[in-house]
């Protein structure tokens, strides 16, 4: 049988007009596994009686355990002469990354809404996802029986629930639609732009060609009719997944016009909708709503489906059962019919009547798009990587996108592929060992590479990809294009693929070793797979980590990076129980970080594992899958790290128990910086440090930045790292070609910055910009207040850009300007770890007032010292702490960071040959640590605030669980920002936000709490400044009754400090007060 299988669907992938690549997608819960279950038993995978029990493509124990799928898998499918390339995905958001795999390879899909739930959280991320890589979707409005049997609402009732539901999904699609017709129109007005500049044809010329002028054309041209969904477009499933049962208006449009005589046609246009049947007159009519008549959908539809309810699971009434079965046309075994559960009668009837698979399969293979019809729009969105343009790339580049739309399977059509996730599966239970585990046991040591059998061999690699042009065959050898590939300089380099590749960046070679056919749990071997399908690729773990573009054609460049929605933001450091084991928890974590798309991995400067997550529920599933596959060992992991941010604020003006601080405060605050004869501090909080050769002083001063502006900032990290590549190109003398769409988002930026960045303090600031941190693209800001320096602004290159001449060509060269790099440096370095326990700042501008420099004698050799040798300093600077540490290390320790200078001066020294060189070692090292050293002064001269991760969660509850949901966020420190009901139920949905601190069980104590009511999905939202000041202590009489001695029970801010501090192995301060009136003033520091 399965062989028949397998031949059917060979065959029917060599044809790509009836190839439907799709994925489910849904919030948490809403049916998509279940669904996929009636779909697989249409194929006799499963069978049909076990479908919505056996949830068969969540194949993990875990999976089962938990009822929650937690990754992507696939399976083919075959309906009519239909090939269905079906990928099941996660909906809880901590999986969120899985979707985006699933997304990316698919045309089209299916989006599950729970009829009593309606939208929800990830149903709107997931709408948002398929929009941005531009598939189509169809809707299944699911669970329709929770509606007869829970909130027991009448058929009259449910139809009105379900048109609001359908209003919910339209109006999320809606907003969707036109935020990307604006969009098109910005990339319309480019376009139109380009071809002016180019000069060519006038619009009069061609009057023929696409209406590339008509640019004006606003929301109310745009054609919108195919957009949303409406059953009468055939959109639109009714379904219970778990009874069998589901239907699209079509099919009733045909069952009743044969009953009653209506045209088909007529009865698809009024079945949905405010029509009413007028029995006398023998006509449909308009007007239900308003003469208070049935609708023709709750009459001709819901009706038949709450009366078979009704029969069968309310009265079971025997004769009327048999009297439906009868008209229905449907028989039933007697063992269903006799089953002590009606449900089993139920699905029995129903999943006859109307079987939930073929309403789906009709509708998917009917309103979605083939491989054939992918839109110009999407492959170029797909090639355009970074901000570079489609039309900027190289012409053999441009020419691809032919092979996309042709999808074309001949030899001679380049091979392209996508890889957008990697999977493990046991050796075992890969085909090739199948069979030869029956032939004899000797034979068991062949397959795969000839390592020696090893028990660590057991598991491999398989590519979960899609063949978008040319026949992928078994032993086949492709480049593998990493994300930064340049198809320009490859196509300089190389022609074809060969085993021995000129060392080409970016570009390597490998092997597909084997094919497979998905099909869920199992894998089928396959010889090849043609354009247009969904597959599996062993023999890549050697050189794809986690997604891959691969090709014959070095012209491709990769694919734009898959798009994840979810921040990994918990974090834990993991430990074998064993400390010999360190090399197998090594290599297992080496594994899970390529086998998970989200998941991170990396190794501290204090030599801890850290394994960083999406959220509580990821968190256990890797380190389940640690023990169990990965690592096989025993492990132990660390209470998770929160992340904090340190930041300043301006000095407030109440304390702690609301009094008035006068000026009290400023002289507790700036007590805790220590004067020295280098270190100088001002009552105004402006820092003077000199270096320790006293050839250079610089005087910097911390200020709060607005709040708007640190969320534009942070919200704005992409495009500030493209302009910092830009400007990073233009000192190499080379342009970055950005995009009209960029530059214009650029432009967007400097002028809201310049509209936030108001007042006296802040004049002409945004033009004095020097840099970004940390990493030169976070939310800190360098001011250039010297009194007396030119330099270049951060917008420089964008003026270029713009095509101004650039002004006055290069800054005249001064002895400090050379020296312009270490500044940054310094900066770059004080913000990826503060003061209060060397987490990264946030919000803080440093403004630099003063930087004097002093030679003992004139240096000559000032010139020698090229723009291109800084450049060099800068990137050793700027990146190694990135990539060691990765996303978000910079809760490294200081020690780690510092470490940087240090191969930055022996670059510099390199460079400046001929310096003297002082017992202190090299200037530029000196100018790094003095400027490092005067933002942490200038940072502690100012009142310190943590930063807290804030979640946001959503929690559905009844009204009698409420009181005892608010008990739990309140002890959680969480704050509800919006009670309401939800629409036509009896639930709430709480708004509320929560620090990722205290999240930890939480979702696990609301369920208890609730009996299992409300079960909440926290998502990172932002970072929140936490008001209480970690460096304050009690010192009145009433501060004393308020928070007692030592004031731990209110210092939120001060437990968490201590506790990154104890965590990062720093000086942890116990205070002993006893004399609160004299400890004030004394210093907290030291
Ligand atoms: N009443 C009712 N329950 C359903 C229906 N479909 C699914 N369920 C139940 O809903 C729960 C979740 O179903 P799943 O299919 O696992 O949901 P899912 O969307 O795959 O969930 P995740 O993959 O974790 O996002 C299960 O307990 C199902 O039995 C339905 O049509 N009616
Ligand atoms: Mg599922």
């Given at each position: 049988v399965l062989l028949n299988f397998l031949d059917k669907i060979k065959a029917l992938q060599k044809n790509p007009a009836n190839v439907r690549n799709l994925c489910i997608l849904a919030h948490v819960d809403h049916g998509k596994t279940t669904l996929a279950d009636s779909l697989v038993a249409s194929n006799g995978i499963i069978s049909s009686r076990l479908a919505g029990k056996l949830r068969y493509l969540d194949s993990r124990?875990?999976?089962?355990?938990?009822?929650?799928?937690?990754?992507?898998?696939?399976?083919?499918?075959?309906?009519?002469d239909y090939l269905i390339n079906l990928i099941d995905s996660p909906g809880h958001v901590d999986f969120s990354s899985e979707v985006s795999t699933a997304v990316r390879l698919c045309d089209g899909a299916i989006v599950i809404v729970d009829a009593v739930e309606g939208v929800c959280p990830q149903t709107q991320a997931v709408l948002r996802q398929a929009w941005l890589e531009n598939i189509r979707p169809v809707l299944v409005i699911n669970k329709i029986d929770r509606l007869i049997m829970e909130l027991k609402l009448t058929s009259q009732e449910a139809y009105t629930h379900l048109q609001k539901i359908l209003e919910q999904v339209n109006a999320v699609t809606g907003s969707l639609f036109t935020s990307k017709v604006l969009e098109d129109r910005a990339v319309k007005e480019e376009r139109a732009e380009e071809d002016k500049e180019e000069g060519d044809i006038k619009p009069a010329e061609c009057p023929g060609s696409e209406q590339v002028y008509d640019w004006s054309a606003g929301l109310e041209d745009s054609d919108d009719s195919q957009l949303y969904f409406s059953p009468d477009q055939g959109n639109v499933v009714f379904a219970s997944a778990i009874d069998g049962w589901g239907f699209s208006i079509q099919q009733f449009a045909q069952i009743h016009s044969q009953r009653m005589g209506i045209r088909a046609e007529v009865l698809l246009k009024t079945l949905w909708g405010d029509f009413y049947l007028n029995a006398k007159a023998k006509k449909i009519m308009k007007g239900a709503h308003a003469k208070g008549k049935k609708p023709l959908f709750v009459q001709l539809v819901l009706d038949n489906i709450w009366s078979l309810y009704d029969a069968v699971v309310t009265r079971r009434d025997k004769e009327k059962i048999e009297k439906m079965m009868m008209s229905l046309g449907v028989k039933v075994m007697t063992r269903d019919s006799r089953h002590s559960d009606p449900k089993v009668l139920l699905s029995a009837i129903c999943s006859q009547w109307l079987p939930?698979?073929?309403a789906v399969l009709f509708m998917v293979c009917d309103k979605l798009p083939s491989p054939l019809d992918?839109?110009?729009?999407?492959?170029?969105?797909?090639?355009?990587?970074?901000?570079?343009?489609?039309?900027?790339?190289?012409?053999?580049?441009?020419?691809?996108?032919?092979a996309f739309m042709q999808c074309s399977s001949d030899d001679t059509a380049p091979v392209i592929v996508f890889v957008s996730k990697m999977f493990m599966v046991d050796a075992k239970a890969l085909p090739q060992n199948k069979q030869s585990e029956g032939v004899s046991g000797q034979m068991q040591g062949l397959p795969l590479k000839a390592k020696p059998e090893e028990e660590e061999e057991k598991e491999t690699f398989v590519a979960f990809a899609r063949v978008y042009s040319g026949v992928v065959r078994r032993g086949q050898k492709v480049f593998v294009m990493g994300p930064k590939y340049d198809p320009a300089q490859g196509l300089r380099m190389v022609r074809i693929v060969s085993a021995c590749l000129p060392p080409v960046p970016h570009l390597a070679c490998c092997t597909m070793d084997s094919l497979y056919l998905l099909m869920g749990r199992e894998l089928e071997e396959l010889e090849e797979v043609p354009s247009g399908n969904v597959l599996g690729i062993g023999g890549l773990e050697e050189c794809v980590l986690k997604s891959a573009t691969l090709s014959t054609s070095p012209a491709l460049p990769p694919f734009i990076p898959l798009n994840f929605e979810a921040t990994p933001i918990v974090r834990v450091a993991i430990e074998p129980k064993h400390p010999s084991e360190m090399p197998k928890l090594v290599r297992g974590m080496r594994l899970l970080n390529q086998a998970d798309p989200c998941a991170e991995v990396l190794i501290q400067e204090t030599g801890e594992h850290v394994l960083v997550t999406a959220g509580e529920v990821h968190l256990q599933r890797c380190l389940d899958d640690l023990r169990e596959r990965f690592a096989k060992i025993e492990i132990s992991a660390s209470k998770p790290i929160i992340p904090f941010r340190e930041t300043v604020i301006r000095p407030p003006k109440v304390d702690m128990v609301n009094e008035d601080l006068g000026k009290q405060q400023k002289v507790a605050v700036i007590h805790q910086v220590k004067e020295s004869d280098t270190l100088h501090l001002d009552p105004s909080g402006l820092v003077t440090l000199t270096t320790p050769n006293r050839q250079a002083t610089v005087g910097v001063r911390a200020i709060p930045l607005p709040e708007e502006v640190t969320l534009l900032l942070e919200g704005s990290a992409d495009l500030i790292r493209t302009l910092e590549q830009a400007g990073q190109a233009q000192r190499e003398g080379r342009t970055l070609d950005m995009s009209t769409w960029t530059l214009d988002a650029l432009m967007v930026l400097k002028s809201r910055l310049e509209v936030l960045l108001q007042g006296r303090k802040w004049r002409n600031a945004v033009d004095r910009i020097w840099a970004f941190g940390p990493r030169r693209y976070g939310p800190n800001i360098l001011l250039n207040s010297v009194e007396g320096y030119q330099r270049p602004s951060v917008w420089h290159c964008l003026e270029r850009e713009k095509g101004e001449k650039e002004g006055g060509a290069k800054a005249e060269a001064s002895a400090i300007r050379d020296f312009d790099n270490s500044v940054v440096s310094g900066f770059q370095l004080a913000t990826l770890s503060g003061p209060m326990c060397e987490e990264p700042l946030m919000g803080v501008c440093f403004s630099v007032e003063r930087w004097d420099m002093n030679f003992p004698t004139q240096r000559t050799h000032l010139d020698s010292v090229t723009e291109?040798?800084?450049?060099?300093?800068?990137?050793?600077?700027?990146?190694?702490?990135?990539?060691?540490?990765g996303q978000q290390g910079a809760s490294g320790k200081a020690g780690g960071a510092g470490e940087t200078p240090s191969q930055a001066e022996g670059a510099m020294a390199g460079a400046s040959h001929g310096r003297l060189v002082d017992c202190y070692g090299p200037f530029s090292g000196q100018l790094i640590a003095a400027v490092k050293e005067a933002c942490r002064h200038a940072f502690q001269a100012k009142p310190q605030r943590l930063m807290a991760a804030m979640y946001t969660c959503e929690i559905m509850a009844t009204a009698e669980v409420l009181g005892r949901v608010y008990g739990v966020l309140g002890k959680r420190e969480g704050r509800v920002l919006q009670e309401e009901m939800k629409e036509g139920t009896e639930m709430f949905i709480i708004k509320a936000v929560l620090p990722v601190a205290e999240s930890f069980g939480f979702a696990d104590e609301i369920r208890k709490r609730t009996s299992g009511l409300?079960?909440?999905?926290?998502?990172?939202?932002?970072w929140e400044v936490i008001s209480s000041d970690p460096s304050w202590v009690p010192t009145t009489?009433?501060?004393?009754?308020?928070?007692?001695?030592?004031a731990d029970s209110a210092n939120q801010a001060l437990k968490y400090m201590n506790?990154?501090?104890?965590?990062?192995?720093?000086?942890?301060?116990?205070?002993?007060?006893?004399?609160?009136?004299?400890?004030?003033?004394l210093s907290k520091n030291k």
């Open positions: 124990e875990d999976e089962q355990i938990r009822g929650i799928t937690m990754k992507s898998s696939a399976i083919s499918l075959h309906y009519k939930v698979s073929q992918m839109t110009s729009e999407r492959i170029e969105r797909l090639m355009s990587v970074g901000a570079r343009r489609f039309h900027s790339l190289p012409l053999q580049t441009q020419e691809l996108k032919t291109k040798d800084s450049n060099s300093l800068d990137a050793s600077v700027s990146e190694s702490p990135g990539e060691a540490v409300a079960s909440p999905q926290l998502v990172f939202s932002h009489e009433e501060e004393y009754l308020h928070f007692g001695e030592k506790g990154v501090r104890r965590r990062k192995g720093l000086y942890v301060e116990e205070k002993i007060v006893e004399h609160g009136e004299k400890q004030r003033t």
